[in-house]
């Protein structure tokens, strides 16, 4: 009896060593794993106020700081405001003080391409050169005050438009401006811009993942957590909150945009005025649509695209927008929907 | 004799106790606190930058080291002013009176993550 008690005591020890000696190989292994675990990818957030609206970055990498990526952006983005962002400096004021400029630099010619090719394409739909009556209608700033022009003002207006009286040289690096024709880059600026911050940011880490939104023009970073879609809403053109949403929309690169007739308006007798203005008839445009919203591979092209769009409506036109590589979704008055086909794709999670 | 005696048994249920603080899911913050007012969405707030700042609703609120508290209030019960500071989603500072209410967004919660205008 006292041999096997003896025995078992000195088993209980060898056991309580045992057991002691597995928590703190477990607990050795768990500081291991915590240490050596990659971290959770986390979303770096930035906004700042350039090109008349709240640039936010979101961006992870797990090489680089997200806050030297967001930095890079930023920086770009500032560059391309002080550049093309203002009629009344820069190098579109310069150019429309003179009415022509030569020894244009590669990026400004490309800008002036990028707007003639898009205004051709879209027969005028989308027109750089509507700045007069963009003024006219006090839509060039918030504290303009906004009024229904004279129709001798509209027709004075029209005559000095027209995006084909800009004649751009190529290979001379050189742009002329006739009949009083006035250059306006406010159009695809803000989506150049972004596209161009998420080049930096690309150069800087190839694998970084989120998305720049530029007042809901938004161009893609990479995937979420570098295999899940961003979902984004389409607002809802005639809700109260910016948070009302009608559609949803999953994309894992490219970019996209939205041109609402809620953005900037006045009412008048009952009658909605908005900001998105006819090249034809230089009244907002009537088309029957209060939301265009396109996809494309880059967010000038998105934004650009969604405002001639817009003013095209759901007229035959409209079915040549993804020739260019611009898919549509409509929303009209009457809270129907359009879409090109192939725009499906992106509503599918 | 048994196996674990009772300063064993204390050992085994701190090991169990700490091992579980650090496993237990926690609300993720997004470092974002949402102000609302009447339902509605007025103000967010990035709780990385320390500030103060003031609701028309007249309401005092600051932001410090990534939390979010009410510290002057011109309701009557100061009930929110109560509620300290909060960093994680899930619990919301209110304030009946004048209808405002603080959260802090969850990383997981909306249903989408960007608004195309």
């Known amino acids: 009896m006292y041999r096997l008690s003896k025995r078992n005591s000195a088993s209980f020890l060898k056991s309580r060593i045992f057991i002691y000696g597995i928590f703190f190989v477990a607990a050795a292994a768990t500081l291991l794993l915590l240490f050596f675990r990659n971290r959770p990818l986390e979303y770096y957030d930035r906004t700042e106020y350039y090109l008349g609206t709240y640039v936010t970055v979101r961006v992870a990498s797990s090489k680089v700081s997200p806050t030297i990526l967001a930095e890079a952006a930023m920086k770009e983005i500032e560059r391309i405001d002080e550049k093309f962002g203002s009629r009344s400096r820069g190098i579109v004021a310069e150019i429309n003080a003179n009415g022509e400029a030569s020894g244009l630099d590669r990026e400004t010619v490309f800008l002036i391409k990028s707007a003639l090719d898009i205004a051709r394409n879209t027969n005028g739909a989308f027109d750089p050169t509507l700045y007069s009556l963009t003024k006219l209608w006090g839509f060039d700033d918030v504290a303009s005050e906004k009024q229904i022009p004279l129709d001798v003002e509209i027709t004075a207006a029209l005559e000095n438009s027209g995006y084909s009286k800009i004649v751009l040289n190529e290979t001379e690096s050189h742009v002329r401006l006739m009949e009083g024709v006035m250059l306006d880059l406010g159009g695809i600026a803000k989506g150049y811009a972004v596209d161009m911050a998420i080049a930096r940011i690309k150069a800087l880490d190839p694998e970084a993942t989120g998305f720049i939104d530029a007042g809901g023009d938004i161009g893609v970073i990479g995937p979420k957590y570098g295999n899940r879609p961003w979902i984004i809403g389409v607002r809802n053109p005639r809700g109260e909150s910016v948070q009302d949403i009608v559609e949803y929309i999953y994309l894992y690169d490219g970019a996209i945009a939205t041109s609402g007739d809620y953005e900037r308006f006045f009412v008048v007798d009952g009658i909605r005025y908005h900001h998105i203005l006819d090249s034809k008839t230089g009244l907002p445009s009537r088309s029957g649509v209060i939301s265009s919203t396109v996809i494309s591979k880059s967010t000038m092209l998105a934004d650009a695209y969604a405002t001639a769009a817009f003013v095209i409506g759901k007229e035959p036109g409209i079915t040549f927008m993804p020739r260019y590589g611009a898919l549509v979704l409509l929303i009209m008055e009457d809270m129907s929907r359009y879409r090109s086909p192939g725009f499906e794709v992106y509503q599918q999670k | ?117």
């Open chain 2, 1 to 117: 004799m048994t196996l674990f005696e009772r300063y064993d048994w204390l050992i085994v249920f701190l090991i169990v106790f700490i091992f579980a603080l650090t496993i237990l899911p926690r609300g993720k913050s997004s470092g974002i606190a949402e102000i609302y007012y009447d339902g509605a969405l007025i103000r967010t707030v990035d709780l990385k930058n320390d500030t103060t700042f003031t609701l028309e609703q007249g309401m005092e609120i600051l932001v410090a080291s990534g939390r979010i508290s009410v510290i002057e209030s011109d309701c009557p019960d100061k009930i929110c002013i109560g509620q300290g500071e909060i960093d994680r989603p899930g619990i919301p500072i209110v304030c009946v009176p004048n209808k405002i209410l603080i959260k802090i967004r969850s990383t997981e919660s909306s249903d989408f993550d960007i608004v195309t205008q």
